[in-house]
């Protein structure tokens, strides 16, 4: 898909071509959907005949753009549904302004960690958003700023990204 930091979710029968939106959701066999990032959170959703992926940065989970797929999920049959959040950078690591952190962690409380170091913790506000919504969620705990076998947007790798891949 070309990304955009949008709230847009498209259903996918493998049809398309790169569609312009943030996440995908398809219940075609053997389609893969994937999401590029370099330290946004690639989320993929899975239940019983329906897959989904996310691109997931700061603009994103505020935008909502993982509750909006699970909703199309639901919407699509899907009763139980398990998440999993890929490499991406850590609470730690994504130092925001002082003003871009109170904004952000009024919204979603979840993605605080301190004042003083003004970092946001994407992983934990994603986590929170989908808990609410009754979602299974893994972490695969990797961060990618820190692991060098990892893309980094903000350590220095402007070009290249992983990709997150889920397919019935
Ligand atoms: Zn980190």
């Not at 996918?12 to 075609?28: F, I, K």
């Amino acid at each position: 898909m070309h990304q955009t930091h949008s709230d847009v979710v498209l259903v996918v029968d493998g049809s398309e071509n790169e569609p312009t939106c943030d996440a995908l959701v398809t219940q075609s066999k053997g389609v893969g959907v994937a999401a590029m990032a370099a330290d946004c959170m690639p989320v993929t959703f899975s239940a019983d005949g329906v897959v989904g992926i996310a691109h997931v940065g700061r603009v994103g989970l505020v935008k909502g753009i993982a509750q909006k797929t699970v909703e199309v999920m639901f919407g699509l049959g899907a009763e139980k549904i398990t998440a999993t959040i890929g490499p991406s950078i850590c609470g730690r690591c994504y130092e925001v302004s002082p003003e871009m952190y109170s904004e952000v962690i009024a919204l979603i409380p979840a993605t605080a960690t301190s004042a003083v170091l003004h970092t946001l913790d994407l992983q934990a506000g994603v986590t929170a958003q989908l808990s609410a919504l009754g979602v299974e969620i893994r972490n695969v705990g990797i961060c990618t700023r820190e692991n060098p076998e990892y893309f980094s947007y903000r350590g220095g790798d402007v070009i290249e990204r992983q990709a997150g891949i889920i397919s019935l």
